[in-house]
T-cell receptor, first 110, second 115 residues
Framework: GEDVEQSLFLSVREGDSSVINCTYT??????LYWYKQEPGAGLQLLTY?????DMKQDQRLTVLLNKKDKHLSLRIADTQTGDSAIYFC??????????FGTGTKLQVIP | GAVVSQHPSRVICKSGTSVKIECRSL??????MFWYRQFPKQSLMLMAT?????????EQGVEKDKFLINHASLTLSTLTVTSAHPEDSSFYIC???????????FGEGSWLTVV
């Protein structure tokens, strides 16, 4: 079945850029998502990208997609302490059912 | 924007009892909703697909008689954990998307503790 992998932990200093990586196996993935989960909270949709796009930018967030390598990344510019959370990437074949990665815990050091 | 709401956000129940979790789409209709489960420090695993007006579709390994799903209207799906056991303690979260759209919204999630 579909497999989505992420590194488990990332630590950055406040003000630096963070890059969270994700790899997936299902080549039929049409939509690729990034969600944020703060402690004790639900999932917040940050952004998503269609599989026919290479890049999408939304304020401090930049998503890069390498469809050939099935690699997705989320770059957070000027990382703030409020960005500390777990970030999940997810893939969907267009039927709204999402397969999630293991989640990357981002720690921002003041 | 579209919002999905879950209730309750936290619930504690005794072993052997049943507990119901509601998932509502607040300003859009959703013929399909999804239920996920998240174990501590793990990812979210799809449990079942809730279909309005028909039976839910369960993922492999999920007991349909234990996790009852009802999607009686276009804005409400419920998950009932029957005869709950401590190992059912988990974070349950639902999602829904606008039928013609690509954006998937998640509820706030429900923390279930079975004692």
């Amino acid at each position: 079945g579909e497999d989505v992998e992420q590194s488990l932990f990332l630590s950055v200093r406040e003000g630096d850029s963070s890059v969270i990586n994700c790899t997936y196996t299902d080549s039929s993935s049409t939509y690729l998502y990034w969600y944020k989960q703060e402690p004790g909270a639900g999932l917040q949709l940050l952004t998503y990208i269609f599989s026919n796009m290479d890049m999408k930018q939304d304020q401090r967030l930049t998503v890069l997609l390498n469809k050939k390598d099935k690699h997705l990344s989320l770059r957070i510019a000027d990382t703030q302490t409020g960005d500390s959370a777990i970030y999940f990437c997810g893939t969907s074949g267009g039927y709204q059912k999402v397969t999630f990665g293991t989640g990357t815990k981002l720690q921002v050091i003041p | 924007g579209a919002v999905v709401s879950q209730h309750p956000s936290r619930v504690i129940c005794k072993s052997g009892t049943s507990v119901k979790i509601e998932c509502r789409s607040l300003d859009f209709q959703a013929t399909t909703m999804f239920w996920y489960r998240q174990f501590p420090k793990q990812s979210l695993m799809l449990m079942a697909t809730s279909n309005e007006g028909s039976k839910a579709t369960y993922e492999q390994g999920v007991e349909k008689d234990k996790f009852l799903i009802n999607h009686a209207s276009l804005t409400l799906s419920t998950l009932t954990v029957t005869s709950a056991h401590p190992e059912d303690s988990s974070f349950y979260i639902c999602s829904a998307g606008v039928d013609s759209g690509n954006t998937i919204y998640f509820g706030e999630g429900s923390w279930l503790t079975v004692v």
